[in-house]
Structures are given as structure tokens and as C-alpha cells.
């Protein structure tokens, strides 16, 4: 048999998706699993959203796109840049893409040469440092402890950058955390960052809408604006519109970078599918009340977590300022055996256990690179999510 390309030997499967498998394979066996593993909010799509595509594709708005975006989704993230943000991008600064995934990708395909330094700040998302490989990049992580609540420290980053930086991807509120920055926070980055001009700043900033507390969402470009152009605003509908099947990401940045992006796309996939640009148009300029709405009802979620898992001997769990994760320490668990004979000896082998055991999926924080946590999502319905939480407090008090 030909051999595979040797770019796939350090490229790893998704835990979260490893563990939805098994999951899958457990229900389908019978057991009544209930999975706390997958980034997906359990709302529905929008109304208004679902009938602009439904229109879209009986009007006939099914021929190729534009690479770059429709004009009618581009005009709509341009309005929600300025909206939300506070950034003006002109219609060739603004890029669309199948999801935020391939925003990230066609810009790091786009910018990175072999040896190219990806700063990530750690925890992270599972996909940043592979596809940061994949664009021949070396990702470079720092260490956000959880006594600085998993927050990037202006010191260290300053520690971690060298001339071989090419990016520094920020991410908050953060996916597995749901740490998010104050403004204060944020402004001290890009005081670092502003010492470096040799460093492109990518903000992934999918979870903008799920801040609790009275903290005010920032994304970096809007607090420091002698950044901006070398700043990639990523978001899209996903999250706080609950359209993760729709696959629409989106991108404000400087017009070289832009083009240089689009011009990798044309090559990967072209422009997305236009009966989702349709419906991405309608979310954007259609009525926002529902933000707040399922803002509200995830804060709850999260105290609601965060209060049952305090009851589980050996976890401790870290308040979110944001997103719909929570990750708690499992420190205490460690060293232990499950009532069914398994041995706790690190984060994977307590998710593991829990899953094959309880019948409650989650995802281990050796994934996100820092252990010994757990990734909690509470993306889905407080019955389901008191259940997991009274199997998860259960699975730690039978420890031995």
C-alpha cells in the first residue's frame, strides 16, 4: 500500500471526538450516557435564521460562491464587527470560511514557514496546536495556572516570545477553561505585544457572547487599536447562535493577510455553502434578544455545575467567567481505584473511568495541555446535567 503524507505522524484525533465515539458505542449497547464532552450549545437555530435559507434555496441561491463570501454575509459581519466590537474592517478585510476552524487555518497556511513559532496559551483548544503542525509551524505553549484563573500573565508571555515567533492565538472566553480577560487584562497583553511588531495576534473569539458576572467582552484589536493591523479578528455563528451544522466562520483583518487567506481557500474548499451565508445574514442583522436570553440560562447552568461538582471528594472546581465549560482539578483523585477496579492514575484514566463506569462523558484535560482537570461542558439541559453531576459526585465518593 502507498504510504501516508509523514505531515499526519504528530497530527492527533480530537479526544472530544474519541470520546463522543464511545459514548455513541455505549448508548447504542444500551446504557443511558449522558455526554458532557461535546463545544455544541442544545438550543435550537433561530426561526428567522432556518426560513432565510429555506428562501435562499427556493429563489435559486444554489450556484458557487464568491471565495471570499457572499456580499450580502460580508456587508452582515462588517455591521457586526462595528456593532459588538467597535472595529470598522472594510468588505476586502472581512473574509468567510466553513467555521472558525479553517478562518485559523487558512491564516496560519497562509503566514507560517517551516520553524515559525505558534504561541498558545495553555489550556487551549485541542485543534490549535495540529493545525499549527499542519502549516509547518511549531506550537509553543504558556502556562495560564489556575491561580491566575487560567489567564494569560503579561510576564510570561513576554518570556515566551522569540524571533521565531509568527503568532500568539488568544482565546478568551477560553475553550476548556471559560476563563475570559478584563479589559485591564487585555490591555496588558497588548502592551507586551505592542514591544514586538514582528508578532501577527490571531483572537478566537467564538464565546464573545457568553460572559457572566457584569464582565464586559473585549477582544483585543478594539482595546489596543496600534494592533489592529496585526490583529485577525475570528468569530462566527456557531456559538451564540447556535449554528454549529451551518459551518460559517468569519475573519476581520488586515487586507494583505485577507487576501493572502482567501487566495489559500480558493485552493482548499472555495467559498461556503450560500444557503448558510444566507442563514448567517439573517442571524447577524435579525433580532439579538435571544444573546442575553441564552446567556442568562447558561449562567445558571454554570452555578448550577459548579455547585453540585463541589460535592465530589477530590474535585475542585474553578468559577468561569465565561463560555459553557467548567474544569474542575481532579488532583485529588489521583492515585485511587474506581469501584470497578480501574486505577486513577492521571486525568485520562479518571475520564475513562467515568464514562465506561457512570455513563457520563467528559473530556481529559491532557487533551488541552494541563492536567489534572477535566473538561465539563454545560451546554445541555439541567435535568441531563444534574444527573451527570449526581453520577460524577458518586463516581468520586466510591474512590478508594
Known amino acids: 500500500m502507498p504510504a501516508l503524507a509523514g505531515r499526519l505522524k504528530d497530527i492527533a484525533v480530537s479526544a472530544s471526538v474519541v470520546m463522543g465515539v464511545r459514548a455513541r458505542a455505549l448508548a447504542a449497547e444500551g446504557h443511558k450516557v449522558i455526554s458532557l464532552a461535546s463545544?455544541?450549545?442544545?438550543?435550537?437555530?433561530?426561526?428567522?435564521?432556518?426560513?432565510?435559507?429555506?428562501?435562499?434555496?427556493l429563489k435559486g441561491d444554489t450556484k458557487y460562491p464568491p471565495t471570499d463570501g457572499t456580499p450580502a454575509l460580508k456587508k452582515a459581519v462588517q455591521m457586526k464587527?462595528?456593532?459588538d466590537n467597535g472595529l470598522d474592517y472594510a468588505l476586502d478585510e472581512i473574509l468567510v470560511a466553513n467555521g472558525?476552524?479553517?478562518?485559523?487555518?487558512?491564516?496560519?497556511?497562509?503566514?507560517?514557514?517551516?520553524?515559525?513559532?505558534?504561541l498558545i496559551p495553555a489550556p487551549y483548544w485541542v485543534s490549535y496546536a495540529d493545525m499549527a503542525k499542519l502549516a509547518t509551524g511549531t506550537?509553543?505553549?504558556?502556562?495560564?495556572?489556575?491561580?491566575?484563573?487560567?489567564k494569560l500573565r503579561p510576564e510570561d508571555l513576554e518570556a515566551a516570545i522569540t524571533?521565531?515567533?509568527k503568532w500568539l492565538i488568544l482565546n478568551f472566553p477560553n475553550n476548556p477553561t471559560g476563563a475570559a480577560c478584563s479589559r485591564a487584562e487585555m490591555q496588558a497583553i497588548a502592551e507586551v505585544l505592542l514591544r514586538h511588531p514582528h508578532v501577527w495576534i490571531m483572537t478566537d473569539d467564538m464565546y464573545e457572547h457568553l460572559v457572566y458576572d457584569g464582565l464586559e467582552f473585549c477582544t483585543i484589536a478594539e482595546v489596543e487599536p496600534r494592533l489592529k493591523e496585526r490583529v485577525l479578528t475570528v468569530n462566527g455563528t456557531s456559538k451564540t447562535y447556535a449554528m454549529t451544522g451551518w459551518r460559517v466562520g468569519f475573519a476581520g483583518g488586515p487586507k494583505t493577510l485577507i487576501k493572502a487567506m482567501a487566495n489559500m481557500q480558493g485552493q482548499l474548499t472555495s467559498g461556503i455553502?450560500?444557503?448558510?451565508?444566507?442563514?448567517a445574514v439573517a442571524a447577524l442583522?435579525?433580532?439579538?434578544?435571544?444573546?442575553?436570553?441564552?446567556?442568562?440560562?447558561?449562567?445558571?447552568?454554570?452555578?448550577?455545575?459548579?455547585?453540585?461538582?463541589?460535592?465530589?471528594?477530590?474535585?475542585?472546581?474553578?468559577?468561569?467567567?465565561?463560555?459553557?465549560?467548567?474544569?474542575?482539578n481532579i488532583a485529588g483523585c489521583l492515585g485511587k481505584s474506581s469501584k470497578g477496579g480501574r486505577a486513577i492514575g492521571n486525568d485520562t484514566d479518571f475520564a475513562l473511568a467515568l464514562l465506561e463506569e457512570k455513563h457520563v462523558a467528559t473530556v481529559q484535560g491532557a487533551?488541552?495541555?494541563?492536567?489534572?482537570?477535566?473538561?465539563v461542558s454545560y451546554a445541555t439541559d439541567t435535568e441531563s446535567l444534574r444527573e451527570a453531576c449526581r453520577r460524577i459526585v458518586e463516581f468520586c465518593r466510591e474512590l478508594s
Open 163 to 165: 524571533p521565531r515567533t
Open 285 to 328: 442583522e435579525g433580532p439579538q434578544d435571544l444573546i442575553a436570553e441564552r446567556a442568562a440560562i447558561y449562567r445558571e447552568r454554570r452555578d448550577l455545575v459548579c455547585g453540585l461538582l463541589a460535592e465530589a471528594p477530590g474535585l475542585s472546581c474553578h468559577k468561569p467567567e465565561g463560555a459553557f465549560y467548567v474544569y474542575p
Open 81 to 83: 464587527f462595528r456593532r
Open 367 to 375: 487533551a488541552y495541555g494541563m492536567s489534572p482537570y477535566i473538561r
Open 139 to 150: 506550537p509553543t505553549f504558556v502556562s495560564c495556572p489556575q491561580n491566575n484563573g487560567f
Open 100 to 118: 472558525g476552524k479553517q478562518i485559523i487555518m487558512d491564516a496560519l497556511l497562509a503566514t507560517c514557514d517551516p520553524g515559525d513559532e505558534v
Open 273 to 279: 455553502s450560500t444557503i448558510s451565508q444566507a442563514a
Open 39 to 57: 463545544g455544541e450549545p442544545d438550543f435550537a437555530t433561530p426561526d428567522h435564521a432556518i426560513e432565510a435559507a429555506h428562501q435562499a434555496a
